[in-house]
């Protein structure tokens, strides 16, 4: 079994809810590579609940959209 597959699982739906909802973003954007280290990162800090982490995940994607990509 998969030990991160929590992880892989709020990774792919902050993903799908962020392309959902921001027409004009490539599904291979770099801000992906981005929100997975960041969630990552969320893991290994012990935070393993998946909705949590895909809460955290949107909330970081808003956050980068004020950047220019």
């Not at 792919?12 to 291979?28: F, K, M, N, P, R």
């Not at 800090?45 to 808003?62: F, H, K, M, Q, V």
Request: overall charge negative.
């Amino acid at each position: 079994m998969d030990d991160k597959f929590p992880l892989r699982v709020a990774v792919d739906q902050a993903w799908t809810v962020h392309l959902a909802t921001h027409s004009g973003i490539h599904a291979a954007d770099p801000r992906r590579c981005s929100l997975e280290r960041y969630l990552n990162e969320r893991w290994e800090a012990g935070e393993s609940d998946p909705e949590e982490l895909t809460c955290r995940g949107l909330s970081y994607l808003a956050r980068l959209g004020s950047e220019s990509w």
